[in-house]
């Protein structure tokens, strides 16, 4: 059995993974970490500070908020766990203390931990080189009116895997709001949307002369990230350390 803990495990996110781990027979939910550790009747410990447990942990899946990052991160490394990370909202110091941080840990860092996100990247990556001269990227994200960061972390990864592809040549314009100007050739417009109970929907826009491609994906469950984070637990589980991703995971 693997066990878990589940960073960040009162919210949307951590009820939908403690949920379906409890139904994998390969997996056993240890402990969990909340910034308020109601006592909610679990069978499982709930602490609200990472550093208070001392459970014997084989992997933690995280989906909190960036301010919990360094703790995790400090906690990783202390008792060698592995992280799977799904807060998004960080910013680039973040990242790059992940980066620092999988040189000692094996550590899995997604914004989408979807399978039908994954595979939209790889086809706009693929058109995006062929499209480029003649056609407006654009990418529209829509989610819930729970969610705190804007855009989607899910809208940068595919902006900058686009952009990759681009030899970085684009730059992000945020809305149009206070525009005056017409739309530039560098540039990739990213739109945030927030609503009801949205699960998660990504749109990309190729917009020509005369003709338009629009790539969509979709969720109509958090339970598409939350078994995806379980895949990306056991595919991290007993990895060396290093950084990896969806890429990694679909291909291995
Ligand atoms: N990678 C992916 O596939 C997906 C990523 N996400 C991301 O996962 C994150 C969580 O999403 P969601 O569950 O909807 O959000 P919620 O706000 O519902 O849940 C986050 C939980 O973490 C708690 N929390 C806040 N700060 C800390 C802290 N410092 N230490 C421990 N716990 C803390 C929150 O407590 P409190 O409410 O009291 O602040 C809350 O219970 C977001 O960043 C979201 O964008 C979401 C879905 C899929
Ligand atoms: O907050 C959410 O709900 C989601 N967040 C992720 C993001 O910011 O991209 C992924 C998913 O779309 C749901």
């Given at each position: ?213 629009e790539i969509s994906h979709s969720a109509s469950s958090k339970k598409i990230f939350a078994q995806g984070a379980i895949k ?8 060396e350390s290093g950084l990896y991703n969806m890429e990694d995971l679909i291909n291995s």
């Amino acid at each position: 059995m693997i066990k878990v803990l589940i960073n960040g495990c009162h919210g949307q996110m951590g009820k939908v993974v403690s949920e379906e781990i409890k139904k994998d027979s390969e997996m056993e939910l240890k402990a969990g970490v909340d910034k308020n550790a109601l006592d909610n009747n679990s069978n499982f410990k709930i602490y609200n500070n990472i550093h208070h447990c001392n459970e014997n942990i084989d992997i933690i899946i995280d989906f909190s908020h960036p301010s919990s990052l360094l703790n995790l991160l400090e906690y990783g490394i202390e008792k060698n766990i592995p992280i799977v990370i799904g807060t998004t909202g960080l910013s680039p110091d973040d990242i790059e203390k992940i980066k620092e941080a999988s040189k000692i840990i094996p550590i899995f860092y997604s914004a989408n931990m979807s399978l039908g996100i994954n595979v939209l990247i790889s086809m706009v990556k693929s058109i995006s080189p062929v499209l480029e001269d003649s056609f407006d990227i654009e990418i529209i994200e829509k989610h819930h009116n729970k969610k705190i960061d804007a855009p989607s972390g899910t809208a940068y990864m595919i902006a900058n895997e686009i952009n990759k592809e681009l030899d970085n040549s684009k730059k992000y314009i945020y809305g149009r709001d206070t525009k005056t100007d017409k739309r530039k050739k560098d540039e990739i417009g990213i739109h945030a949307i927030r609503g009801g109970t949205i699960v998660g929907e990504h749109t990309v826009i190729f917009a020509g002369c005369d003709e338009v491609i629009e790539i969509s994906h979709s969720a109509s469950s958090k339970k598409i990230f939350a078994q995806g984070a379980i895949k990306a637990a056991k595919f991290l589980y007993n990895k060396e350390s290093g950084l990896y991703n969806m890429e990694d995971l679909i291909n291995s």
